[in-house]
């Protein structure tokens, strides 16, 4: 049996894995997968990808990007999820602030650096016509700092995927002042450099797991349901979900990483591109 680390968030768009484990699937291959969820997001996976703590991540597709151009020694084996992550744009229910263009010069709450919650303040930024030199950032770790950033006022908004903070929405913790679409596939699938190169079949077996599940997850039976009970999310807005995403089974191709890092590079987000032979490995 060979174990292996994998780490993601905790939200829906790993639900897959967790069924696939759940189901006995990986352990049929003799594949001991040992799933950890991350409430900090990307940053902290990056980071644990580079300390040996995980094998694979399944990962926002800047935040890896940009760590391996900084030298994080792993490959993106392929796309996991096609669309675009859309991240709300949030700000404390009783703030004044009533819509974006509010927050030109106001501080953003973030996960910590590198995460999707600082590198999407970019991409807001870049759109609002703002000068990113002028971004501030509290770094909040989870969810829940957030939630105190905002609401003590050490932070003035907070931006993270909309159908997980919809429920503070609904609760009348946060208010949503927009959205921010990623302009790339949201999620890809990481793979440690020196794991790679010992367990290619290991990690083609993966692939081919999960890829079986997120094939037909939408057409999975009460699916809806059980995403709303898991996830503490109404029915309509887990619908809404199902049907906006849309998962990948295929390779990064070089075109398409092109046309990311150079958007990347354009926000200001990478400071120095690297090779999709550094980058992506097709297995």
Known sequence: MKTVKIVGVPEHFNLPWQMCIENGEFEAENI?????DIPEGTGKMCQMLRNDEADIAVILTEGILKDIAAGNPSKIVQIYVQSPLIWGIHVAAKSAFETVKDLKDKKAAIS???SGSQLMAYVNAHEQGWKTDNLQFEIIN????AVEALTNGTADYFMWE?????PLV???IFRRVGDCPT???SFVIAVRDEFLKKNPKIVEQILEIINRT???FAQIPNIDKTLASLFNQKQEDIQEWL??????QKQLTEKAFIKIQNQLFDLGIIEKKSTFVETVKAL
């Open 162 to 166: 909309r159908f997980m903070t919809k």
């Open 183 to 185: 302009p790339w596939p």
């Open 170 to 172: 609904d609760q009348g």
């Open 142 to 145: 989870t969810i829940d700092g």
């Open 214 to 216: 997120t094939q037909d």
């Open 112 to 114: 910590r650096l590198g």
């Open 243 to 248: 049907k906006l995403t849309k998962w990948s």
């Open 32 to 36: 001991d997968l040992q799933w950890e």
